[in-house]
C-alpha cells in the first residue's frame, strides 16, 4: 500500500524580503551546496551578494529538478528562453560556478 504525499503548507509572511539576482556563485564541499546570490550593475566591477543559500547535496539535486521542471513549463508557455553567447560562454557573466 502506498502513501499519498504529504500537503506541505508555506506562510510567506508580507514583509519576506525580495532578492533580485542576476549574478550567483556555486561552491560545494562533500556536505552542502553554497549559492551566493548577487546584483551585478552596469559599469561596476564588484558584484553584490544579496543573499546566501546552504543547501544540502539531495536538497541541492531536488532543487535542480523543480528548477528544470519549472523552466519547461515556463518555455512551453511563452517560448524557448535564449542565452546570449558571451565571452564566457553562454549567458556570459550571468551565473558562474566556481572553479573546483
Do not use: C
Not at 508580507?14 to 556563485?25: E, G, T
Not at 565571452?87 to 557573466?93: A, D, H, I
Amino acid at each position: 500500500m502506498s502513501q499519498s504525499p504529504k500537503t506541505i503548507r508555506v506562510e510567506i509572511p508580507a514583509d519576506v524580503p525580495v532578492i533580485y539576482a542576476n549574478f550567483a556563485v556555486i561552491n560545494h564541499s562533500p556536505s552542502e551546496i553554497v549559492i551566493d546570490l548577487a546584483q551585478l550593475l552596469p559599469n561596476v566591477p564588484q558584484a553584490r551578494v544579496q543573499a546566501r543559500v546552504v543547501l544540502t547535496p539531495l536538497n541541492a539535486k531536488a532543487l535542480y529538478q523543480a528548477l528544470g521542471e519549472n523552466l519547461a513549463k515556463y518555455e512551453a508557455r511563452f517560448g524557448e528562453i535564449k542565452q546570449p553567447p558571451g565571452p564566457e560562454g553562454p549567458g556570459g557573466l550571468i551565473w558562474r560556478v566556481a572553479p573546483e
